[in-house]
């Protein structure tokens, strides 16, 4: 789960889909683009409770915790694999 509000993106973690790679990417390029900024932009913390969210939190989980406003506006992204 990743949470960046400056470009109102919200990426949903599925199991074994190559999120954690797709994480790591995204925060690589947003610390070379924001380097003067918090790590904090990119957040993994349930905004409600302030405290540690699960990396594999659910899209209802994600929506409860950043609340409905910002889960509404915001282009929400996964990936999924497919078998065979």
Avoid: W
Avoid at 3 to 26: A, M, Q
């Amino acid at each position: 789960m990743l949470i960046v509000p400056k470009f109102n993106l919200i990426f949903v973690h599925i199991p074994k889909t190559g999120g954690k790679s797709f994480s790591r990417c995204v925060q690589k390029h947003y610390n070379k683009l924001f380097p003067n900024e918090l790590k904090q932009s990119l957040l993994r913390y349930d905004l409600i409770n302030n405290r540690p969210m699960e990396t594999h939190s659910t899209a209802s989980e994600i929506r409860t915790a950043v609340g409905e406003t910002f889960y509404k506006k915001a282009n929400k992204i996964c990936f999924v694999r497919m078998l065979s």
